[in-house]
Each structure stands twice: as structure tokens, then as C-alpha cells.
């Protein structure tokens, strides 16, 4: 399978509350960048603290013509029947470019915001009827059908349902792996080492040994880039929030590399692969050949799909598609050579 990319969009706060009205102009130019300079989709988040990511994709129709959009939408925010409805006008409207992502609400606070107080047994089993409620109204069939779960009850549903495709679903890997196994076409990864995640992968794959489509993996990383790889450690200091002097051995399981050079080094978990603690993000950082090298790497491992997040400007996307991409298409791993 081809290496597939997305560039996340910046629609999060940092902090203090962002001024959305200035926003919009710079989601559509580096939307369009993104599709310029030949990365495949975009990521857009979506949260408590992040503008409307329906809302979003759907005004990124009118500007884009071959994205894929990959759509966050915590499972709290919106029940599965309204969110089936929304999720298919977008299908319509972006010529079935959509994918849908559902975050595990486990993972952050925002459920306490959208009102959901469930512990993490009953939160289980009500993303399981979630799932189960959304995938049905999502596939095309005549007639409705009656659901009666412990969490939701429908009758009558589906009957406004329209001739689309489903869009793929993507779960985190937090979620069970019956779950994923049985509910999700893609499943996002904890940025980690390269040995944690090729065990994720096997540990997923194991779940699920015969499945009726082969889940792909995707993974989360920051990437910076520069000529040289000591100017790449030098912008990656600029860029990255102020990280302690060194990491911490008590909490930290991670084995780092000793790395002489710049101080950030310090936190090098894999050549080219910065991460200050578990859980934290994760950077590519280096030339472009080497972060090429990097990720033929991850590739290697079973990952498909690579979300670019950080500070994302038109020059970063640009300098992307015109360093990186090409020496990866001469790999064989971009769609045009696959």
C-alpha cells in the first residue's frame, strides 16, 4: 500500500480563547496549499477547544477538489443519528471525500464539558452502540430500522438515508481492540518508538486475524525541516514549547539515544525522532532526505497514513511537497508509483 499523508489543520487553542474570526482566510489558503503541492488529505480536529470540524470541512468543499477530509467529531458532541445525517450532506457535498474520526473521550476532559459522565465501562459500551447505530445508518439500504440499547434507543431510523458511500471510520488505538476490530477501517496510533508501534500493530493485528478488510494504521507526527540537519535541531528549538533541560529517568520508560550535538538531542528517542515523554508528540526532524528515510521506516512497519501536526504554515506544506514527496515517489511509496 501507498504512504499516505494529511495535514492537520490548526483549529485548536493553545491556551487562550483563538480569535476565529481571523481564522477561516488561513484554513482555506493552506488548504488549498495542501492540495497544491500534492499531500493527500487534511486532518481537521475537533473538540471543546477547537472550531466546528463539520462546519470546517464542509466550508473546505468549496475550495478543494481532491483532499481527502479526514473529520474529527467527539462521539459526545452529537448523537450517531444527527451526526449520520451531517456526515452523509458532507459525503454529498465533497464528492465522498469525507473520513470520520471518533476520538476516545476517555483520553481528555472535553466529555465533562459536553456533558457525558459515564465511567470507562459504561463509556465501552455506549461507543460500542454508538458505532453500532452510526455504521447502519451510514450504509445505504432501503427502509429504517429499531434500535433498543441500554444507552440509545431509535425508531424508525434511516429512512432519510441516501445512496453514499460510508466513509471510513478511524478509532484511536485506547479504544478496545475487539472494538477497532470490528467497527474501524483505520486505527490511529500513540506516537511511540518504532518497536512500541510495530508491536501495537501486532498486538491489533492479533485482534483480528481474518478480517473481511485489512485495517490500516495511521500515526501522528510533527515534522520539521531544514537543509541541513543541524539547522533542522536549530528550527526545531525555535518552534517546540520551552522542554526541561533533559529527560526525566524516573518517569520515563522510553530508551534515548546519546546523541552529542544540540541540546534537544537529549530527547532523541529514534535517529531523527524527538519526544520529550510518553504520550507527548512526537517530530521528525532533519533533512529531507532523512526524514524521507524515516518514514519509508514507518512505512515499513505497517503505518499507511501520517498526520502532520505542529505549526503548519504555506511555506512548510509547500517546501513538503516539493523535498519529500518526490524522493519518497521514487521509493514506490506514493499512489502514483504504487
Known sequence: ???????????????AAP??????????????????AGVDGLWIPGGSQCADSLGV?????????????????PPQVMLPAALASTVQSLQSISSNRVRLHLPDSQQSTARHTFDDWLNRDQRSESIGEYLDILGRLLRSGDGGFTYSGRYFQLENAGYARRDLPAPAIVLNDSQSPALIASQAQVCLLRAAPPAQLRQAIERQRAASPEPSTPLAFACTFGLILADTEA?????AARQLPALPAAPTSEADSVLRLQRGGHPLRHFEIHP????????????LIGTPQQLATRLQELHGLGIEHIVIQGQPSVSDVLRFGEQVLPL????????ENA
Open 1 to 15: 500500500m501507498p504512504l499516505e499523508f494529511s495535514w492537520q489543520l490548526p483549529l485548536c487553542a493553545a491556551g
Open 19 to 36: 480569535d476565529w474570526t481571523a481564522q477561516p482566510g488561513h484554513w482555506i489558503q493552506l488548504a488549498q496549499a495542501v492540495e497544491y
Open 57 to 73: 470541512a464542509a466550508a473546505l468543499c468549496a475550495h478543494t477538489r481532491h483532499l481527502q477530509l479526514t473529520v474529527s467529531v
Open 231 to 235: 539547522l533542522a535541531w536549530e528550527a
Open 272 to 283: 531523527n525522532l524527538l519526544q520529550t515523554a510518553p504520550g507527548q508528540p512526537a517530530y
Open 328 to 335: 519518497l515517489a521514487a521509493q514506490g511509496l506514493r499512489k
